[in-house]
């Protein structure tokens, strides 16, 4: 029956139900039933609409996605195959995330169609309008709300709430989920976005109950089933406002090299698997960073407590012991069980200026003079490596917002990376290097980081956009040391900033498996993530399988490990993107707060993406905006070849520096508005 009804709607583009039951000679009721169940499972594939007047066919070359809001102007609408850009008069008022179908009329892409709306949530406050409470929705839906239970809480003028959806209708019928506060408070912003995410911010009272019953340091008898090393002199280095210390670094200089320990918090150790602390890690996936708070993956008890390496406490680790000789070549590894004690916390900054030669964190850090050397020299040696075998070395931007006391945005500033960072980032990836090595060669089941080689089509897009700048890139057999080289040959700092956003976009996202892969960007056959247990259940799967299979030396079936592993990696890949959704959004909401205070102004930016709607400028303090093409002097034509708007007196391309006005902000979307000066 699907078949034939395929065929039909090739001879004619719109059928009623009953034109379809009496074509498909439907004359009793089973067959009738058989029609509507096949009906329902085209509409659910998306291959056939129904209207509820007739259905009709989603043709191939219609786009069936979900909606994100771009501008003021246009939305997108993207499936991981295709992405296109509609302008919202064309859009029917759609909401962001829903699905729709996209037709292109005349050259024009129009939604035409909307399958499902998939916001289930949505923040707003309360204001007074002609003497009663009206719930403002932080994003305008183009419509009124009816508050169904609002009889039950006691609110304010501009308490913030989230509310559930019940109907979408005009007015969108809702309840009141949670009030989070006053919009004096702060921080209550931020909350939610969070809640408006569905981000899980409490635990609940089984996980409360679980950590009840935990210790608070390691005991003697611990220590005798471990190796013991704390003799070693053990540091930690973080950031200034870290907590939670996932890995700490020991190491010692020979004749032939260096000894190299990575030592990796125990959390396996206390949070076992089908806890109620486990279950809720695995529902969080991952722990999120935002500009005012951490929401953590476990419970602070843990995460700030027994399984973080905290300075001058023993805590049990474990342990990826390296030699590695002059050469910058680990020649042989060893990963147990072990039991540490940290001499310092050291910061980022002050490890940096030590290597700089600042003679008060010389003096402050007198004791670790040595160590510092040594590890330095050593993550030189490894980088050396790194390079050897083509790792590919991004520019990533990274905003530092800073709020005042009230929670607003007062300042935007870059992360900048020095050594200190760059000698931790090496020591990790050798880690996690050498336990992927070990799960692999020895046929454990584990997870994998992987990441896949570029395709073809968007590995074209790099290589036209090159072409601009007179830059040739050979992509038919690429490899990330080409990749590599065409981001070292390049000298012009906009261009290289440009081309190595390009770049990065090109790739495919890395992803957790089962599988072992291979990892493109670092030029690996074999990783994964072992150095982060507090903040990724990814790493904590790993060191379970570590401790089954190496430490307790389990020999049963490993079939059902793979399964689950299987489904573990999907969940952790799919709650490590949300994680970056949320941040992202964030970041942009405050951002966009803290250039409202700057329209007006005229800022120097780069083009760093160029769309047939416009293009859009990022700003030295990472803050990025939109200058629409209907704001340009004069017909501007788009060549998606080259990604330039190409006009009578100039052309736009990726990688131009321009100056640009501050011209509209839109906090609560995180959208700002450029024209060109």
Known sequence: ??????????????????????????????????????????????????????????????????????????????????????????????????????????????????????????????????????????????????????NQFKINVNDRVVVKVIKYDNPMLV??????????????????????????????????????????????????????????????????????????????????????YVHIADVSYYVKEGSSIDKEAYARGTSIYVCDRVVPMLPVELSNGICSLNESVERNTITCQMEINNQGIIESYLIYPSVIFSDRRCTYNKVNECLNGNEAAIEEYASLQKMIVTMYDCAKLLEKQANKRGSIEFVSVEPIIELNKKGKAINVTLRESGESEQIIEQFMIAANMCVANYMDDNNIPSMYRVHMEPDYEDLLKLKNICANFNIDVTIEEITPSIIQRLLDSIEDESVYVAISNVALRTMQKARYSNECLGHFGLSLAQYCHFTAPIRRYSDLVVHRMLRKYLFDNFQGNKEKDYSKIERQALQMSNKEMEAIIVEREINDYKIAEYMESFIGDVFEGIIVSVLEFGFFVQLDNSAEGLVAARTLFGYYEYEEKTMSLIGPRRTYTIGNRVKVRVTDVNVSKGQIGFEIV
């Open 1 to 150: 029956m699907r078949e034939k009804l395929l065929k039909l709607f090739n001879k004619k583009n719109k059928w009623t139900l009953e034109e379809l039951r009496k074509e498909m000679v439907t004359d009793s009721s089973s067959k009738l039933v058989s029609l509507m169940k096949t009906l329902n499972s085209l509409v659910a594939e998306r291959k056939l609409i129904n209207n509820h007047a007739c259905y009709f066919p989603v043709k191939d070359e219609d786009v069936v996605g979900k909606v994100k809001d771009i501008s003021k102007f246009e939305i997108s609408v993207s499936n991981p195959e295709k992405k296109v850009y509609v302008e919202k008069k064309y859009a029917q008022n759609v909401f962001v995330e829903d699905e729709v179908l996209a037709v292109k009329e005349k050259g024009v892409w129009k939604v035409k169609h909307i399958f499902a709306h998939n916001i289930y949530r949505i923040t707003g406050y309360f204001i007074k309008l002609k003497g009663r409470l009206v719930f403002h929705s932080d994003i305008d839906f183009h419509r009124d709300f009816e508050i169904t239970n609002l």
């Open 175 to 260: 309840e009141i989920e949670k009030v989070i506060g006053n919009n004096k408070e702060k921080g209550v912003d931020i909350t939610a976005l969070l809640m408006k995410n569905n981000i899980r911010m409490e635990f609940n009272k089984k996980v409360e109950e679980e950590i009840r019953n935990l210790p608070a340091k390691v005991t003697s008898r611990e220590i005798k089933s471990r190796r013991d090393l704390r003799f070693l002199q053990t540091v930690t280095i973080d950031g200034e406002d870290a907590k939670d210390f996932d890995d700490a670094i020991s190491i010692t200089e020979n004749e032939n090299g260096y000894s190299l």
